[in-house]
């Protein structure tokens, strides 16, 4: 390698026909290039008031649903303005603490009517100002650079280059295989020292979903209203609604044809924009001794929809299985809704005292109720399609993965007729509804073909 260095060097050196360059001009400039006084335009976004953004309050989630397509990214939007100065004096620390009348920063890519430019500033004390008058050089003389410049040999450059560039060509002939070996697995090493951000991100998302929905009672509201006018004088069976933005999706288990304006999406589901939700709603009122809906939050969708689960259709017994702890998120979560709510419905613990699951502050405690005969049900498994409405009278929640005979004296112990409903963390036998978490914080519902994202357990008060 020394060889071809100093072969390259003499060579570029040297004063033949072939490199004809006047001794006055053989000269390279690598000079660093003068910053411009002003930053370029961005694009921010404005922090909504409860009012202006339909009654509730803003949050990353929405702002990264309308603007990025996906509330999965406001960790993106939180990490471009944590910490940044707003002109209220304070900053941006807590991704659930959003100001209305706060500029945030967005990724380059957003997009909406609710994306304006910005331009960005730079602090002028921090570099002299220029009149971008330059002196001119003798007639005759070449032009010399001034300032930060750097003036090299134009001979020594090449010869610089030239050298680098053979000795990498010879250690990659030399060692290429460990070379694709080096290349496979940066990748892997890449994703590998980037997974605890991601996962962070995650985790403060999850977080501000959690604060989100303990102040969030106008679309609790709007859910049960929906469901109500399609549940109708027909009794349609809606297991679950999602609301966003630009509208409402429900899942509806019937044959029929969606009654204006809602619109049919295949696969049991029905969509109603938005400006159709202003329209009046005609009062039903449930017949005496007629199960009523009993909603509960389980997460976001993709499109940042809120996602309600009807708890009288779960048909007995909820299975979350997968990852232990987003489990015992979804679980909990489940239960914080059920005492959001106000019902006074009981709930009784079933587990070893080793284990142990938190029930909200305030919701009542029961007494583990024992079944006379358990006897599991043999076409027990996924969502059954006559899945009826029951009453919800208690819960009776199961922190660890049953055995086979508990989980047929859980079965028996919510029966139909009991109004009971079962919430087990990890998978149980006779399960009706199976859910299945993931280490990033998602939900997958099979039944209705959707993958939520799960809010942490709430922290107790």
């Known amino acids: ?169 010879t250690v990659g002939i030399m060692a290429r295989r460990r070379m694709r070996r080096a290349f496979a697995w940066a990748p892997r090493l890449i994703r590998r020292l980037g997974e605890p951000i991601r996962r962070a991100r995650r985790l403060a998302f999850r977080k501000s979903l959690a604060q989100a929905f303990a102040a969030d009672g106008e679309s609790l509201r709007l859910a049960y209203r929906v469901v109500t006018e399609l549940s109708g004088p027909k009794g349609r069976a809606v297991h679950a609604v999602s609301i966003d933005d630009t509208g409402v999706t429900a899942w509806v288990a019937t044959q029929d044809d969606p009654p204006a304006p809602w619109q049919d999406l295949g696969e049991s589901r029905w969509r109603l924009p938005a400006d159709a939700l202003a329209r009046p709603v005609r009062a039903v009122t449930p017949a005496q001794g007629v199960p009523t809906p009993f909603l509960v939050r389980v997460g976001v969708d993709d499109q940042g929809g809120k996602v309600f689960v009807d708890l009288s259709r779960l048909d007995g017994v909820l299975s979350v299985a997968g990852d232990p702890d987003v489990a015992k998120d979804v679980v909990e979560g489940l239960l914080a809704e059920v005492a959001r709510a106000g019902s006074g419905i009981p709930a009784a613990v079933l587990s070893r005292p080793e284990v142990e699951v938190a029930l909200p502050q305030g919701m009542p405690r029961i007494q583990v109720p024992r079944a006379a005969e358990a006897v599991a049900d043999p076409q027990a498994g996924t969502l059954r399609a006559a899945a009826r409405r029951r009453f919800v009278r208690a819960l009776l929640v199961v922190p660890e993965p049953p055995s086979a005979g508990e989980a047929a004296e859980l079965a028996a112990l919510c029966d139909e007729t009991t109004g009971r409903i079962g919430l087990v963390r990890g998978d149980a036998d006779g399960a009706h509804w199976r859910w299945r978490a993931t280490r990033d914080g998602s939900v997958q519902i099979p039944p209705l073909r959707l993958t939520v994202s799960a809010p942490t357990a709430p922290v107790p008060a």
């Open 1 to 169: 390698m020394l060889v071809g260095v100093l072969a390259t060097a003499a060579l570029l050196s040297s004063s033949g026909p072939a490199l004809a360059v006047p001794a006055t001009t053989a000269r390279a400039v690598i000079a660093t290039p003068a910053p411009s006084p002003g930053g370029g335009l961005v694009k921010v976004y404005v922090v909504k008031t409860p009012e202006e953004n339909g009654g509730t309050p803003d949050s990353l989630a929405n702002i990264a649903a309308r603007t990025l397509g996906d509330a999965n990214r406001s960790g993106e939007i939180f990490e471009l303005n944590r910490g940044r100065a707003q002109q209220d004096g304070s900053s941006l620390q807590d991704p659930a603490q959003l100001q209305p009348g706060w500029i945030l920063r967005l990724p380059p890519e957003a997009g909406g009517p609710d994306v304006r430019l910005a331009r960005e500033t730079v602090d002028a004390g921090t570099r002299a100002p220029t009149d971008g008058a330059a002196s001119a050089p003798p007639a005759g003389e070449p032009a010399t650079p001034t300032g930060d410049a750097i003036v090299l040999p134009l001979p020594a450059v090449l010869a610089v280059f030239g050298a680098l560039l053979l000795g990498l060509l």
